[in-house]
C-alpha cells in the first residue's frame, strides 16, 4: 500500500499542526436514556426521539443517527447501552415510562433493544461455544418478550420501522414465537403458551433457571402471549421464509431505508445459514432499487467481508492467490466509497501487514488507518507510537493520535496512554493530574488489569522504560492487580540495570496486595455468578496462579537472605503453600518444585506433615517425589526417618525410570554420589533390586 498524496497531507497537518484537546465526553447519538428515565424525562425524551424518528426519513444522516441510538450490533456506545447493561434494573426504568406514557412508542422500543440485546447475552457472542441448553431456552424467552414489545411500538406508532429492524436481526437467529404466525392471520392468540421449554426447564432445575431468568428479569409467569394490539402494518407471513417477515415490514414502513438492510444482510451469510447467492439476488431484487450506487456497492462488500474477515495470510497456500487478495483489499481500502468498506479492509490488512512481519507496509496502513479515523487496538496503537517515535519524534502526531484514539477507543490502551500522559505533561499534553488522573479513572477497575500491565510493559518496547515504573504506581494506587504484579516482578529482579532496586521484601508486599484484591474479586464473582459468561476480563484465577508461583519465589530469597535461623520455617512453610495453590491453579512447573522444596526445608516437622503426599506421588513413578523421599530417608539430622538403604532403593528408583535426568544426579549427589565410599555403599544397597519392584504407572512391569 503506498502512501498517496490524501495520505502524506494528513501526515503532515497531524505533524504540524495540534487539534484542540478534547475531554473524552461520551457523544450520544441523541440522548443519555438511562439518565433522563432515571430523572423521569418522560416527556423530553418521546419529543427528541419523536424529533429523530421523523427526520429519520429524510436524509441518509438522520436515518443512520436514529438506526445507531439503538442498535447493538458493532455499535457498543448506542443511547440504549447503560440502560440494557444495567439489567432488570434498567427493564424497570423502561416499564416506569410504558407506564407513565403507555402510547409512547419509543418507551416501547427501548424494550425491544432491551429484550434483543439480553437474548445475545445468554447465546453468547462469537459463536456461542459456552451456550447451554438453559441459555438458548432463556434467549428464545428473550426473543418473544422483544416481539411483544416490538407489535406495541408499531402500534403507537405505524412509521416505527426501528422496531421491525431489531426484531428482523433476532428472527434469524432466535427464531419467531410458537404463536405468532397464528396472531399475523388473525387468530387469537392470547393466553397461548409462549417458549413452553421455559417451564420444563424450570421444573427440572428450578434454582439454575431462577438464576438465569433473573439476569434479565424473565419469569415462568408472564411465559405466555398477552392480548396484543393488530397495527394494520403487520401483514399476514406469505410464503417466505419466516427470517425475512420482520424485514419485509421494515421495508414496509419504510420503503427506502438503507441502515438495516447493513444489518440484516449479514445474517443472511452462509455462517448464519444464508447464502452469498441469496444475497446478490435480494439486492437484484425491487426491494434494493432505491439504494445510491455507493450504497449498492457497500451491501455487496459485505460479501467480500464475510469471504475475508476470518482469512489469516498462513491460511492461503498460492502466492497468486495471496496476491490477489491483497491487492483486492488495498483497492478497498483506498477507493471503496464508503467508510465501514474501507475501515474493514484497513482492519484486514493492519493483520497481514503484521503477520507477514512487512514494517514499512503496516506504517503506511497506519497512517491510513488514523487519516480514515478508524480506531485502533491496543496493539496496533503500540505499533504506531513505535512507528511515530521513530519517524516524527518532535513533532504534533503523537499528541494528536492519542486524542484522536482515545475518543472512541477500540481498546482501553489508548485511554491509558491518554490519562498517563495527561498525568506527565508529555508528548505535546499540558500537564494537568487532575485531568489525567479523569482519564485513568475509566479504567480503573479491575476488569483491565490485565491491559494495565500490557501497556505498562509496551513502555519498555517503545524504549521509554522510564515511563514504566511511573505508570505502574499510578496502577498500584488504583489497586490494579497487573500494575502491582508488574511491580513486584522488578523489585523481585535480581538482574543489574532493572527499573528499580532489587529488594525483595518490597516485592512480596506487592504480590500479597495483588493476591488479596484478585482473591475478593474472584470470591465476589463466584457469589453472585449469573450463570452467564459474555466478555470482560475472566483470567483472575491465571493472575492469581502466577502471583502465588512468585510469592513462593520472594520466601525462598528471603529465607536465603534471612540470617535469623528462628525465621526460616515461616518463610519455608510459605514458600510451599504457595507452590501448593499455583499448582492447584494450573502452574505447570509449579507441583515438581513443590515436591522437590519438601526436603530442602530445615523444619522437619514441615517436612513430616507432607511424608504422605510425598510417598504417595513417589508410589506412582513421579521423579520429584522419588528424589524428595530419598533426600528425607538420607538426612541423617531425620532422627525419625532416617534410613540410609531406603533412601539408596528410592534413588535407584529415580535413577532406573529416568535415566537421562539430571534432576537425580544434583540432588542425590550428595547422599550417593559424591564420593567413591557412597557410590560403593549405594551400588550394595541396589544391586539386588529386581526391576518387578519400580514403582508407578510409569513402570511396564507393574
Known amino acids: 500500500m503506498e502512501l498517496n498524496d ?30 433522563q428515565l432515571q430523572a423521569k424525562h418522560y416527556d423530553e425524551l418521546d419529543a427528541l426521539f419523536n424529533h429523530a424518528l421523523a427526520e429519520s426519513f429524510t436524509s441518509r444522516e438522520a436515518e443512520r443517527r436514529y438506526f445507531h441510538a439503538w442498535t447493538q450490533m458493532c455499535n457498543p456506545l448506542n443511547d440504549m447501552e447503560p440502560l440494557v447493561e444495567a439489567g ?73 420501522w426501528m422496531a421491525a429492524s431489531l426484531a428482523s436481526t433476532n428472527a434469524q437467529v432466535f427464531g419467531e414465537p410458537d404463536w405468532l404466525a397464528d396472531f399475523l392471520e388473525g387468530e387469537e392468540t392470547a393466553g397461548a403458551a409462549g417458549v413452553p421449554k421455559l417451564a420444563k426447564f424450570h421444573l427440572r432445575s428450578p434454582q439454575e433457571m431462577d438464576a438465569l431468568m433473573a439476569y434479565s428479569g424473565l419469569s415462568v409467569d ?71 450506487d455507493s450504497e449498492r456497492e457497500h451491501l455487496e462488500l459485505l460479501i467480500w467481508w464475510d469471504e475475508c474477515r476470518d482469512l489469516r495470510i498462513k491460511d492461503i497456500d498460492s502466492p497468486a492467490t495471496l496476491e490477489k487478495t491483497i491487492a483486492k483489499a488495498e483497492a478497498i481500502a483506498c477507493h471503496a466509497r464508503n467508510q465501514g468498506d474501507r475501515h474493514n479492509a484497513l482492519e484486514w490488512l493492519l493483520d497481514c501487514y503484521d503477520d507477514s512481519k512487512n514494517e514499512e507496509a503496516l506504517w503506511r496502513c497506519i497512517q491510513r488507518v488514523v487519516m480514515e479515523k478508524k480506531s485502533l487496538s491496543n496493539y496496533f496503537t503500540y505499533q504506531a507510537l513505535k512507528f511515530a517515535l521513530r519517524d516524527f519524534p518532535d513533532s504534533h502526531w503523537i499528541y494528536n493520535f492519542i486524542c484522536q484514539n482515545s475518543q472512541q477507543a477500540e481498546g482501553w490502551a489508548p485511554l491509558i496512554y491518554r490519562g498517563y500522559f495527561q498525568h506527565a505533561g508529555l508528548f505535546g499534553f499540558e500537564k494537568n493530574e487532575q485531568q489525567g488522573n479523569a482519564w485513568l479513572a475509566k479504567v480503573s477497575a479491575i476488569k483491565y488489569s490485565a491491559t494495565w500491565k500490557w501497556t505498562i510493559r509496551s513502555f519498555g518496547w517503545l524504549n521509554r522504560p522510564e515511563y514504566c515504573v511511573a505508570l505502574a504506581e499510578a496502577g498500584a494506587q488504583r489497586n490494579i492487580p497487573g500494575a502491582l504484579q508488574w511491580l513486584g516482578d522488578e523489585y523481585n529482579n535480581r538482574v543489574d540495570g532493572t527499573l528499580v532496586p532489587y529488594q525483595t521484601a518490597t516485592a512480596l508486599d506487592c504480590y500479597q496486595r495483588a493476591a488479596q484484591i484478585l482473591l475478593e474479586q474472584i470470591a465476589h464473582r463466584d457469589s453472585t455468578r449469573s450463570l452467564i459468561a459474555n466478555g470482560g476480563y475472566s483470567e483472575y484465577e491465571a493472575d492469581l496462579r502466577d502471583i502465588h508461583f512468585s510469592l513462593a519465589i520472594c520466601n525462598q530469597r528471603l529465607c536465603e537472605e534471612e540470617s535469623d535461623c528462628a525465621k526460616w520455617p515461616g518463610y519455608e512453610k510459605n514458600l510451599l503453600d504457595n507452590l501448593w495453590q499455583a499448582h492447584q491453579l494450573g502452574h505447570e512447573q509449579a507441583w515438581a518444585l513443590f515436591m522437590l522444596n519438601i526436603f530442602e526445608v530445615t523444619d522437619l516437622t514441615l517436612a513430616h506433615a507432607h511424608l504422605a503426599l510425598v510417598q504417595e506421588e513417589a508410589n506412582k513413578g513421579t521423579l520429584q517425589a522419588m528424589v524428595t523421599l530419598s533426600r528425607l530417608y538420607g538426612n541423617k539430622q531425620d532422627k525419625t526417618l532416617f534410613n540410609i538403604k531406603q533412601s539408596a532403593r528410592w534413588a535407584h528408583f529415580a535413577e532406573a525410570l529416568y535415566p537421562d535426568s539430571d534432576v537425580v544426579r544434583d540432588c542425590l549427589a550428595v547422599v550417593h554420589f559424591d564420593t567413591f565410599w557412597k557410590r560403593l555403599r549405594y551400588a550394595w544397597h541396589t544391586a539386588r533390586i529386581p526391576a518387578s519392584e519400580l514403582p508407578g504407572e510409569v513402570n511396564p512391569m507393574v
Not at 497531507?9 to 436514556?33: H, L, P, V
Not at 422483544?146 to 407489535?151: E, K
Open 222 to 292: 408472564k411465559a405466555v402471549c398477552p392480548s396484543l394490539p393488530r397495527p394494520q402494518v403487520l401483514p399476514a407471513p406469505d410464503n417466505e421464509s419466516p427470517q425475512k417477515y420482520w424485514i419485509t415490514v421494515c421495508l414496509a414502513i419504510f420503503p427506502t431505508a438503507y441502515h438495516a438492510l447493513d444489518e440484516y444482510l449479514p445474517f443472511r451469510m452462509p455462517r448464519w445459514r444464508g447464502s452469498h447467492q441469496e444475497i446478490e439476488e435480494f439486492l437484484a431484487s425491487p426491494s434494493c432499487a432505491h439504494l445510491s
Open 88 to 160: 432488570p434494573e434498567g427493564l424497570a426504568l423502561i416499564k416506569a415510562w410504558q407506564n407513565a406514557r403507555p402510547r409512547s412508542t419509543h418507551a416501547w422500543l427501548a424494550e425491544v433493544q432491551y429484550w434483543n440485546h439480553r437474548a445475545w447475552l445468554y447465546r453468547s457472542y462469537g459463536w456461542a461455544r459456552d451456550t447451554t441448553d438453559a441459555m438458548w431456552v432463556c434467549a428464545s424467552a428473550c426473543n418473544e418478550q422483544m416481539v411483544i414489545a416490538a407489535i406495541n411500538a408499531i402500534d403507537c406508532e405505524p412509521r416505527q
Open 6 to 35: 490524501a495520505v502524506i497531507n494528513a501526515t503532515a497537518t497531524m505533524c504540524n499542526s495540534k487539534m484542540e484537546e478534547n475531554s473524552g465526553q461520551r457523544e450520544w447519538f441523541i440522548a443519555d436514556i438511562a439518565s
